[in-house]
Each structure stands twice: as structure tokens, then as C-alpha cells.
């Protein structure tokens, strides 16, 4: 299907391009989205993708991802029967729905390119997606996360008087799209259409021995087993303490009055749950960098040499989804310099305004599984234009913080293990966005209308 869709978007690029006369910006766009690819998204990712895979390694060596995984098995094994309940990928993918979750973004991108390598591990049909792979990727890109931190910031820059008042709304939205996503997920991998069909020869060599094709044993063997020593009275002592320093921390920030410390005029007007929010957000990060490694140490893992084993990995996912990333990108920019959004805009403006649906949210809709930065800019301008406090502002708001890029999603993480043949993992996704842009449109005219 995918195919099919990057095609369609480039020969309509040059097509619209060229009735609206707008050639020389479809070609401009190109190149342009070609740097971006390459300079901006792959290169950049390199320094990103090595610190947290280095810090997913320890996480594994520690225990943490196993404990985290043996913790939400009876879930985990329901949303994926294929994966076995103690592989590495169960912990993988959780990590990174726990990142996705406190949106933490730098973070998520490397935990769930970790995860689809370890899914890769289990693929017997390498090129092809997995139906576990289609099914992350289902969570992925229903945006699924308690606080929508970008939204919430848009608004507040802008003057409103409840910023948060979409983080319900949010929950409510990325909840059902995440479902929606994970049952489509489930329906189409049971179609024909969508079945796997693989040569012999593709498949892997330790598969390809077996008679037809067939694996030997329909128990999967790969498995990561980490050797670690208990952890001293002492070192639960020390760890209890670090913990107690960041409670610490996140308590002088949410009430610095209380502490004695200097507290703007600008500070002073935000609500607690804003302060909180703010807190979580900017201690997220820090502690996951200092108390991993800790945990680890104290677990007697060598956590330099470690961190540099897994830091290694991270140059060469980076360079490996360089060309799926410029085959995406250059598709969906030539589409939107050609003018292809404004025209399926104006097309779809009276069908959408006999439903209801607010044909301002539209552009924004329409983008947002396309680009990250092309959708903050219509949420950001929608701002500006209706007010923070208005319904189409806080209806976008909800949107942007209850969806994902869903195009992008695909191309970096297929792109990370070679997928080329998704199957049915862009309709899943797609579903869970339109499923979330439908509640959002309903919930929020039911909360704020």
C-alpha cells in the first residue's frame, strides 16, 4: 500500500504543481526536503540515538527493562501473543510507551527503534512487517501520552487562562485512539490481503532450513539473559536516598514559596497542576540519565564500558534510515509546496461542513500525519487567530497532543530494521488518527461548547 501512496503523492505533486503553476516551488521543496532528510532529521538523530541507546543498555544489564516487563506481562502478552513473554522487545517497547507517555520525545524515537530491532529479532521474514511490529507501530502513532506538554505550551505562550484544560480531553482522545488502533491493528492482520507471503529465500537462514519454510520450533529462541548480582543492603540505601533527592527537587519547584526561593510575578499566576507538569517535564530526563546508570552500578554492572556498547549502535541506525527517510519526506513536501493540501482543503470543506466538523481544523488535519512542524504551525496560527481559550483553539490543541506523525513514524521506524513491505501498518495507524480527531471534534464541543 505504500507503494502505492508515495507514488500517488509525487505524481499528484507534479500534476497540481503544475496547474497551479507552482513547479519551481515542487522542485525547490524537493531538494529542500532532501537536506532536511539527511542534514537535519538522520545527522541530528546520531548524538540523540547514542545517548539513549546507551542508556537503554544499562537498563537491560541492570534488570530494569525485564522488571518492567515481567510487571505489565499479562497485558503485554494480550496486545502481543506473538512475542515471547520474557524477550527483550517486551521491555523495549515498553520503555519507549513509558517515554511516549511522559512526552518525552528525544527519548521515545531511539527506545522504540530499539524495540523494532529486538521485533526484528523474531522476524522469520526479514522486508516484511511483523504483526507485532504493525501493532507498536499502531500504539506509536495514536500519540498516546498523559500530557500533551507542546499544546499546553503553545497556549500558555499565548496569554491562556487554563492552559491545561486540554490534558482531559487529551487522555480521553489518545485512549481511543490507541484502542481504535490496536483493534484495527488485530482486523487486518486476519484478512488475506494483508497475509504474509514470503519466498523461501528471503527468509532467515536458521528458518530456511526447515522443511517448506517452516521454523523448526514454533517457540521463539531468541533471548538476552543478563547474569546480575543482588544488590546490597547498602546499595538500596544509597538508591533510596538519590530517590529521596529528586522528590526533594520536585517538591522546591512545585511550591518554591515554601523553600524561601525567589518566584517570578510570571510563576506566581500558574496553577499547581501547571507547576507540576513543568516539574515532571523538566525532571524526567535528568533522572533517567543519573538513576539508570546508578541503579545499574549498584547492580555491579560496568556501566562505562556498557553505555559504550550500546552508545555504538545509534550511528548506524541513524545512517540505515536515511533513505526511507528522503523517499517520505520529499513525497509529502512536494505534495504540500504543490498546493495538494489547500486543494483537498476546498474539496472536502462542504462535505465536512454538512457533518460539523469546523472546516478552520482542517489544514491541521490534514498535515499533522505528514508533519510534525507543518501542524504546529496551523495549531499555532489557529491560536493567534481564535484565541487560546477558544473552542477551535483548545479542539486543536487536543488534536495535536492525542496524534502523531504518522508518515514520519513509519519511515524511521521500518526504516531502522529495512521494512519495506508494511502491510497494514499505515491503515492502523490512520485509523487512530481519524478516530482521535473525530472524539477530539465531539468531546471537546461537549467540554468547552
Known sequence: ???????GLMLCAVLIGGWNGQLKEVADKALEMVNTAVVG??????GVMALWLGIMRLAERAGLVALLARALRPLMKRIFPEVPPEHPAMGSMLMNIAANMLGLGNAATPLGLRAMKDLESLNKTPGTATNAMCTFLAINTSGIQLIPVTAIAILAANKSTNP????GTSIICTACAAVSGVLMAKFLSKLPMFAVKAEIGNLKPEIAKAEGGRAESDKPT????????????????IFAAFLLCFAFFFLRMVFPETFGLPVSEEETKKNLFIRIVGAVSLLSIPFLLSAIPLFAMLRRVKVYEEFVDGAKEGFDVAIRIIPYLVAMLVAVGMFRAAGGIDMLSRALSPVLNQLGFPTDLLPMVLVRPLSGSGS??????????????????????????????TFYVLAVYFGSVAIKRTRHALLAGLTADFVSVVVAVTVCKMVFG
Do not use: C, H
Open 222 to 237: 531468541v533471548k538476552e539473559a543478563v547474569t546480575l548480582q543482588p544488590m546490597q543492603w547498602w546499595g538500596n540505601f
Open 41 to 46: 532529521i538522520a545527522f541530528a538523530l546520531i
Open 1 to 7: 500500500m505504500l507503494n502505492y501512496i508515495w507514488l
Open 376 to 405: 504546529l504551525g496551523f495549531f499555532t496560527e489557529l491560536v493567534k487567530q481564535f484565541g487560546p481559550d477558544s473552542l477551535i483553539a483548545r479542539t486543536a490543541g487536543t488534536i495535536y497532543g492525542s496524534t502523531e506523525t
Open 164 to 167: 491545561t484544560a486540554i490534558v
